[in-house]
């Protein structure tokens, strides 16, 4: 099939041929010859579809992500790695999580968080929030150098001095778009910076010359509380973890991997300890996580929880799933499914969301019914921090009836810690 044809076929298949032109023009440019990326669409698609998401709930802040940074952001284009993708104060209410949760107490013990990314901002907040815990950060792809250039965008460089990743400083699809547009050209501009920084680096944390940064993180950021390893889910050598944490990792790997995990996991945990899995995006938006405790030796299923942003979701973290059956991303699709057909809460949800759009000035609704055009001027931390603030406004106002929905519907389902709809998993019928 032609990309023409590609596009026409989602267009009629998922949204009854009703996507605005425009929003089909954003995905003009889409490399539908990489099959990873066709096959990462048709399974995004397909979840908004089963989720019952209808032509005027994607945003053309999505269309944009999807057509011109979702083929620059998977692992395709990273010889096949897992891009160390994240993002400070992605994970701030899961750190207030492990603080004040209803299975284990605030009494500070070890907390691993595995496939950490790079640079470790993510695990930085943590250390930040969990005072007098000891932290360990892993990733198997640890880099050995991080070169920063002027304007903060960043690039990773393993032991053998081969460029693994870059990302812009703030991550929004221009900025993403300016570094991956020429991305030989992007690799040379940082292999020019390490190899001028590397010589005055020495044994040093870091060097800085004319704006430009060289960074050996481990040693920059090693510290009484946080320690590093350069190993994946079951090759860290640790025991007695009191909270791990694994976010926005499994959801590129299917479920055979994710059952050996959970043996790992069940292993390396402490007796009573949690294990929060799941995904999500700044100021922990978009959220879905599953979270387990260790009881008697066994891992036991405490929750799963999700923001109520993805009933209505600004970017493309809800559904940006690899393969077709991770778990949080199915039981998500099911839980919204349910949601969004009861016709009383989807209307309440969809008044709610356009006030609070409004209100935020978040890419509101128009008079043609379908979201407004992001303001272009506005900077990553606008956007995500309006996104957060309409994500934590919709938990606040929605979350009580969502779980009556829930509950009526035969769910065990509850408002938990965060203000997140949780429920008590029982299986899911969307894979
Ligand atoms: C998208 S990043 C997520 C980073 C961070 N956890 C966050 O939420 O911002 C995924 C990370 O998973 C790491 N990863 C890949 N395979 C892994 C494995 N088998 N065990 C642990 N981490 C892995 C990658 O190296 C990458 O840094």
Redesign the pocket.
């Known amino acids: 099939m032609s990309r023409p044809e590609i596009i026409a076929s989602w267009n009629d298949r998922y949204f009854g041929g009703t996507l605005p032109e425009t929003f089909r023009d954003s995905l003009a440019e889409l490399p539908t010859e990489r099959q990873d990326v066709v096959d990462f669409l048709e399974h995004f698609f397909k979840l908004m579809h089963h989720g019952r998401f209808v032509s005027t709930d994607v945003s053309p802040m999505q269309c944009t992500v999807l057509g011109s940074l979702l083929s620059r952001i998977l692992p395709g284009a990273w010889s096949g790695?897992?891009?160390?993708?994240?993002?400070g104060g992605?994970?701030v209410l899961i750190d207030e999580y492990v603080l004040r949760n209803k299975w284990r107490d605030a009494t500070p013990g070890l907390f691993l968080?595995?496939?950490?990314?790079?640079p470790p901002?993510?695990t930085l907040d943590s250390v930040a929030a969990l005072q007098g815990w000891q932290v360990l950060a892993?990733?198997?792809?640890?880099p050995a150098h991080v070169v920063y250039d002027a304007e903060g965008n960043y690039a990773t460089f393993d032991t053998q001095g081969e460029m693994v990743y870059f990302q812009p400083a703030a991550p929004t699809v221009e900025t993403w778009n300016a570094l991956a547009e020429d991305a030989t050209a992007t690799e040379a501009n940082f292999r020019r910076l390490l190899d001028r920084l590397l010589p005055d680096l020495g044994d040093g944390a870091e060097v800085t010359s004319d704006g430009a940064r060289l960074v050996h993180p481990m040693r920059l950021y090693s510290s009484a509380s946080l320690s590093f390893q350069t190993?994946?889910?079951?090759?860290?050598q640790v025991q007695d973890v009191d909270v791990a944490?694994?976010?926005?990792?499994l959801y590129?790997?299917d479920a055979t991997?994710r059952r050996r995990?959970m043996q790992w996991f069940e292993q390396v945990l402490t007796e009573g300890g949690l294990l929060l899995i799941g995904?999500?995006w700044a100021h922990t938006s978009e959220a879905r996580y599953s979270v387990y405790q260790k009881v008697d030796g066994h891992l036991v299923t405490r929750e799963f929880a999700f923001s109520l942003d993805n009933l209505c979701p600004a970017s493309i973290v809800s559904w940006f799933c690899l393969v077709d059956d991770d778990f949080e991303t199915l039981l998500l699709a099911d839980l919204v499914r349910e949601l969004r057909s009861d016709a009383a809460f989807l209307q309440r949800l969809n008044s709610v969301n356009d006030r609070l759009r409004e209100q935020h000035d978040f890419a509101p609704r128009g008079a043609d019914g379908f979201y407004s055009e992001m303001d272009p001027s506005l900077g990553a931390s606008e956007i995500w921090g309006r996104a957060g603030a309409v994500a934590s406004d919709l938990n606040e106002e929605l979350a009580e009836e969502a779980v009556a929905v829930l509950k009526a519907g035969g769910h065990e389902a509850w408002v938990n810690d965060l203000g997140h709809v949780a429920v008590m998993p029982t299986g899911v019928a969307s894979q």
């Open positions: 790695r897992i891009p160390p993708i994240t993002v992605r994970h968080d595995i496939g950490c990314g790079f901002v993510t892993a990733d198997p792809s640890m190993a994946g889910i079951g090759d860290v944490r694994c976010f926005n990792v590129y790997l991997f995990t995904g999500d």
